[in-house]
């Protein structure tokens, strides 16, 4: 668990301050998700997109069917 991890009190916490009591035996099961899904976003969060156009750049229709294998 690193330092930033969020622990199942702060987990209740933060659900309280959003309107969304949990219960009690909850807040360890939500506080895991959240930690799991941070440690998705980071790993997300280093990769190089430089070279990448925006979405609105993609036309599907302009795609050319490859039958090659």
């Known amino acids: 668990?690193?330092?930033?991890?969020?622990?199942?009190?702060e987990?209740?916490?933060?659900?309280g301050r959003a309107g969304l009591p949990l219960p009690a035996d909850r807040h360890a099961a939500v506080a895991a998700t959240v930690n799991h899904i941070h440690s998705v976003v980071?790993?997300?969060?280093e990769l190089d997109f430089a070279?990448?156009?925006?979405?609105?750049?993609?036309r599907?229709?302009?795609?050319?069917?490859?039958?090659t294998v």
């Open 1 to 9: 668990m690193s330092a930033e991890d969020l622990t199942p009190p």
């Open 51 to 58: 070279d990448t156009p925006p979405a609105a750049a993609y």
């Open 42 to 45: 980071a790993v997300l969060r």
């Open 11 to 15: 987990a209740a916490r933060w659900a």
């Open 60 to 67: 599907a229709e302009e795609e050319k069917p490859d039958a």
